[in-house]
């Protein structure tokens, strides 16, 4: 068994369309495949780890274990990836807006409640919706709302204009509001950023405010257990603080893995969970191939100083909890399978696994590997030696 695993989420990498992804209109559907097909990037590392096999349908020799997962709850969103893997399968999808926006009785109590007005409340890109109005928002103090194809509401402000610590109380307003069941959203987001009209950036200072799981995670009886559970990244928000014992947040991906090392050179027991989310929010959204595909070339030149920190009693697990394919239609997430990348330097063979019927099986895995209870999945342990 092993002391220590890092289960890193390569946030949007998905490796091909669903069984089901005809129902989510996402057919024809490879985020990195298609990448690598329009930019002839190279990654040597995550090749070795076995990425390229399962795109490419190839058996070439791998340093480690390989296989895909195959979402079983119903949906294509950050909050129902992460839950299914830690055990959490999601039947009913979370709520969303897309169409009209939020209900007028919703938007009129955020005003009230918040004292500030609110503009948007559409559906859009948060890059594309600050350029648009963060003017007025400059000038009026109004606070910018707008969703997704995710069900999210999101709330951006100018730093200077409303301070970090008003914005948060009043996704936290938000967050209580929309715990009404009509307008139960996965996620508040604020979304602050800085800059001048025509040069708006956002800052890492987002902050995510999601429902509590329904039921425990491996996370809560990872804990249960005093067992460490390390966030990385957006983790800890997603899973909003439920079962983590220490949240670390980031700037981006290259912070992400570099704090990823650092935790490698600590003493503990237990999980760390990473999540390295710029591939999803800053260019598969987007729709920013070259940006992808040079951030997953950032990733894998880092492929080798994550594995050179391991110690021989460690487990490395690379995975994805949904696909977001920067050459497809629109903005949104693509209902694909999932890589499942795995090493250990205890491994004495490698090569590939049967598919994983569930993201959940990776919860399964770790929950065996610590002795604890898993709601729900498989465990893989016992096909890797």
């Not at 967050?175 to 987001?189: A, H, M, Q, S, Y």
């Not at 929010?281 to 594995?307: C, F, Q, T």
């Not at 487990?315 to 694909?336: F, M, S, V, W």
């Amino acid at each position: 068994m092993f002391k220590r695993i890092f289960l890193v989420v390569m946030d949007s990498v998905g490796i091909g369309e669903a069984y089901d992804a005809s129902k989510f209109d996402d057919l024809g559907t490879n985020t990195v495949k298609n990448i690598l097909q329009k930019t002839n990037v190279q990654l040597p590392n995550l090749k070795k780890l076995g990425l390229h096999n399962l795109i490419y349908h190839v058996n070439d020799e791998t340093t480690g274990y390989y296989t895909r997962a195959v979402e079983e709850s119903n949906g294509k969103d950050t909050l129902t990836g992460h839950l299914e893997m830690m055990g959490i399968i999601t039947n009913i999808p979370f709520k969303t807006f897309l169409n009209n926006g939020f209900p007028d009785e919703l938007i009129k109590q955020l005003e009230q409640k918040s004292g500030r007005k609110v503009i948007g409340n559409i559906a859009a890109s948060g890059t594309e919706i600050i350029e648009q109005l963060g003017e007025e928002h400059m000038k009026t103090g109004s606070i910018i709302v707008y969703t997704s194809a995710d069900s999210v509401l999101q709330i951006a402000a100018h730093e200077d204009i409303v301070p970090l610590d008003e914005l948060y109380e009043i996704c936290q307003i938000a967050r209580d509001i929309t715990l009404k069941e009509e307008w139960k959203v996965g996620r508040v987001i604020a979304r602050p950023f800085v800059g001048n009209p025509g040069n708006f950036t956002r800052t890492p200072n987002r902050h995510d405010y999601a429902l509590d799981p329904v039921n425990k995670t491996v996370l809560d009886y990872l804990k249960d257990n005093n067992l460490e559970v390390i966030s990385i990244g957006k983790i800890s928000d997603v899973f909003n603080n439920c079962g983590i014992t220490k949240s670390i947040k980031t700037k981006d991906n290259i912070d992400g893995i570099n704090k990823i090392i650092d935790i490698q050179k600590e003493k503990f027991k237990g999980l760390c969970f990473a999540n390295l989310n710029d591939f999803d929010s800053k260019y598969g959204h987007r729709r920013d191939v070259i940006g992808y595909s040079n951030a997953l070339k950032e990733l894998d030149d880092r492929i080798p100083d994550i594995i050179n920190n391991l110690l021989f009693d460690d487990l490395l697990i690379l995975t994805a909890d949904h696909g977001n394919d920067p050459t497809y239609k629109g903005t949104d997430h693509t209902r694909e399978n999932i890589p499942v990348l795995i090493y250990s330097k205890k491994l004495i063979k490698n090569g590939q696994i049967e598919v994983l019927n569930s993201f959940s099986d990776i919860g399964a895995s770790i929950a065996y590997n610590f002795n604890v209870i898993s709601p729900s999945g498989t465990s893989f342990l016992n096909k890797i030696k």
